[in-house]
């Protein structure tokens, strides 16, 4: 199977139907530094609402995976055994601008979150910018600062891992991309009563309130 034979575009991307669908993503990396590393996989579901929008629901079947392919391949062994991409598997990838491309059609409009999403953002936008001279117009949420900011007993610096015992989440294979965007997605459903219950439950409400935690840490 391709390894883009995961991912749909089956979504309108007509407006009403944009506004009811979101993202959440995750990729994989050669190290964590923004400047030199470089993106090695990219990871993704959709979060789809109903009419009403009570609350988003997971939807498998649109979702999106794939490996970039790399002329220079990672060989360190440590990296390897994080995220699990091989030389193999670098090697056999899809050239990075058609995954690139793919993404940014199954994405469409559709707003953008992840868990510390300042570093996905940056590596995705690298990627574009060099094979694609353009970035992605998305808005994005990110997860963590959300996270605190609508259960602050748990602590600012709590990480995905503490997120996800906290709420006894399962994540198949932690740092495999499309794990680790599933159970992202399943801990912004963990959220969800906690911002309804804030009068916060729309994107844009999220983003005022991951905004007014960051100004409360600086601030404090």
């Not at 470089?38 to 959709?46: E, H, I, N, P, R």
């Amino acid at each position: 199977m391709s390894l883009l034979g995961r991912w749909w575009g089956g979504a309108s991307r007509d407006g009403a139907a944009v506004a009811r669908r979101w993202i959440v993503l995750d990729v994989e990396t050669t190290g964590l530094d923004l400047v030199e590393d470089q993106l090695l996989a990219v990871a993704a579901v959709g979060l789809h609402f109903g009419e009403q929008r009570a609350a988003p629901c997971i939807v498998l079947h649109d979702s999106f995976e794939a490996v970039l392919q790399r002329e220079s391949v990672v060989t360190d062994k440590d990296n390897i055994l994080l995220h699990g991409i091989g030389v193999g598997a670098q090697r056999s990838g899809l050239p990075p601008r058609e995954v690139l491309e793919a993404f940014e059609r199954w994405a469409g409009d559709a707003p953008l979150l992840a868990f510390h999403a300042a570093f996905d953002q940056t590596m995705i936008a690298r990627a574009m910018t060099q094979h694609l001279s353009r970035t992605l117009p998305n808005r994005w949420l990110d997860l963590a600062p959300l996270a605190n900011a609508l259960h602050p007993t748990l602590g600012a610096e709590s990480s995905l891992d503490d997120w996800l015992d906290h709420f006894d989440i399962h994540c198949a294979v932690r740092h495999q991309a499309a794990a680790d965007a599933l159970a992202s997605a399943e801990l912004l459903l963990r959220l969800w009563p906690a911002a309804r219950a804030n009068r916060c439950a729309s994107f844009a409400g999220l983003q005022d309130l991951t905004r007014q935690r960051r100004w409360l840490a600086r601030h404090h």
